[in-house]
């Protein structure tokens, strides 16, 4: 069945048939269960060429309130297919499940007509292990078009993945459209050039690069994805990773310190100095930019960044200083948090709450706020034994801008080396939190993260985030031995080999399991 991720339980009896799909087949659907079952028709229609006319008989969609919400239950046999989902979102996810076992072709976007359809006589019953299974697209580094993130939305959806966070800006690009202030996407979306090389020093490509979202793109990437049950997440990083809202509002800088008028939008990698300053005019800056994301974005949670801000510039900061006096803080490190408990309750007043990475424990975690653990697992710990939730996503293993092997033709040699092998025996409850029910309680899900430094257009996400992708909606899905040791790779690797058939009929340029130039 080469079933990916995995599901929590298939039974197919010995010598068991198949039911074939005609172009007599039809797909019904009962009341809550017409969105998937025209997905479901659309999909396969392209593929498979078979019409799928509603009607009785033939394959059966409906919601069954008894099963756990992203839960289904998908029951083959001669009678035909019935398919149950604990909500529109388990259907959904079942859906996808149906999708694989007809074969790599029903991932065609235009039928093959020799082809014939079947499905195999089961029963399979699936829920997801976590609630928050994420993919972190950096828009920012390279801005990616907005087809390629629908693509994406896709490629999530078919990994049963439901969350896509979107980190919207950063010191090299400002992606999102904000009506009250024009000048962050005009000026902050372009940059003169970026930097390409990794082996040969800082060689750069020397051409301008830039892009955004305006804001119906955004709202159509929001609805397309709600429509395949992934929640946008957007992230505006502050008070660090700031320079390209610098670039465009020198305001917003620490103006006693540096020239921010002469600032650009950054055209290096790496953590930069240009933080934002701590006035009331920056808060009410950015509560105007939030108001607009907001509106845009539905998601319950809203990513405010909150990493790698370096505080020199708050150091030398007459205007930093004299608000660290005037709070009766510490440091700067409680200044930085001074800073995001005010969005903090700002979101909770609108019925939102604050994540942020993990630095945002530094200096004091804002009440309601979760955290991105990304610089190893230990800031998730720290903040589930706090009682704070948690979204695991540490570098060492789902970075998946990391390289994949250490042989030298690898291309753009990035971090870690992380092989498909290792994201599969990657864990997100660590054994700390195993033992203390409650916290681990407090890890809502995990996320793979691809930032995009060195990566300029789709082909080469592609290329980093597959296959590796399919392993970590896997470890993000199934109910898999905790111990990264006792995972059964070889199972995993054996479904893969269909797998990589699906992703070729989706026109996934994956890295090759054999490597780069097999
Ligand atoms: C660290 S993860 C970053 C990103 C980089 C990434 C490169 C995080 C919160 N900060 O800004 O893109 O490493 O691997």
Same mark, same amino acid.
């Given at each position: 069945m080469n079933l990916i991720p995995a599901p929590l339980s298939l039974t197919r009896p010995a010598g068991a048939g198949r039911y074939d799909l005609t172009a007599d087949t039809a797909l019904g659907s009962a009341p809550g269960a017409e969105p998937v079952a025209a997905w479901l028709r659309a999909e396969l229609g392209a593929a498979?060429?078979?019409?799928?006319?509603?009607?009785?008989?033939?394959l059966r969609l409906t919601l069954d309130p008894g099963l756990a919400a992203e839960g289904y239950r998908l029951v083959v046999d001669a009678d035909g297919v019935r398919l149950d989902g604990g909500s529109p979102a388990g259907l959904f996810w079942g859906a996808q499940t149906l999708r694989q076992l007809l074969g790599p072709q029903a991932y065609r976007r235009a039928a093959i007509a020799a082809d014939a359809w079947s499905l195999p006589h089961l029963t399979i019953e699936d829920a997801p292990r976590f609630g928050w299974r994420g993919l972190l697209l950096d828009v920012a580094r390279h801005f990616l078009p907005k087809a390629d993130v629908l693509r994406y939305v896709d490629l999530a959806a078919a990994h049963k993945l439901n969350v896509l966070h979107l980190h919207l800006t950063d010191d090299q690009g400002w992606r999102v459209e904000i009506k009250r202030y024009p000048r962050l996407a005009e000026v902050g979306s372009w940059r003169e050039r970026s930097m390409v090389g990794y082996r040969d020093g800082n060689r750069r490509d020397d051409r301008p690069h830039g892009g955004f979202y305006t804001q119906d793109d955004l709202r159509e990437i929001v609805a397309y994805a709600a429509a395949r049950h992934i929640t946008v997440v957007p992230e505006i990083d502050i008070p660090g990773h700031s320079q390209a809202a610098i670039a465009a509002h020198p305001e917003l800088g620490n103006v006693d310190v540096v020239d921010t008028a002469a600032l650009a939008t950054f055209t290096d990698w790496g953590v930069n100095p240009n933080v934002l300053n701590v006035e009331d005019a920056t808060l009410r800056f950015y509560e105007h930019v939030l108001e607009e994301v907001l509106e845009l974005f539905p998601s319950t949670f809203v990513h405010l960044g909150g990493d790698e801000c370096p505080k020199e510039q708050w150091r030398a900061s007459a205007a930093a200083q004299a608000r660290i006096k005037e709070l009766g803080l510490a440091d700067e490190d409680e200044l930085q948090s001074w800073f995001l408990r005010h969005f903090d309750r700002w979101l909770a007043a609108r019925g939102r709450r604050l994540i942020g990475w993990d630095?945002?424990?530094?200096?004091g975690l804002a009440p309601g706020a979760a955290v991105? =653990?990304? @610089?190893?697992?230990e800031g998730g710990i720290a903040a589930a034994r706090a009682g704070h939730d948690v979204v695991m996503c540490p570098e060492q293993h789902?970075?998946?801008?990391?390289?994949? =092997?250490? @042989?030298?033709?690898?291309?753009?040699?990035?971090g870690f080396v992380r092989t498909l092998e290792d994201v599969y025996r990657y864990e997100p409850v660590p054994p700390e939190l195993r033992q203390d029910a409650a916290a681990a309680g407090h890890v809502i899900g995990t996320q793979a993260n691809v930032w995009t430094?060195?990566?300029?257009?789709a082909r080469s996400v592609d290329y980093h985030a597959f296959p590796r992708l399919a392993a970590f909606a896997e470890v993000a899905w199934s109910e898999l031995p905790r111990e990264p040791e006792a995972r059964d790779f070889a199972d995993f690797a054996e479904r893969m080999t269909e797998h990589y058939a699906r992703l070729d009929a989706l026109g996934v340029e994956y890295r090759h399991p054999a490597g780069p130039r097999p």
């Open positions: 498979t060429g078979l019409p799928l006319l509603p009607g009785p008989g033939g630095e945002i424990l530094e200096g991105s =653990s990304w @610089r190893g697992y789902v970075y998946l801008d990391h390289r994949e =092997s250490a @042989r030298p033709d690898e291309p753009i040699p990035v430094e060195f990566m300029d257009d």
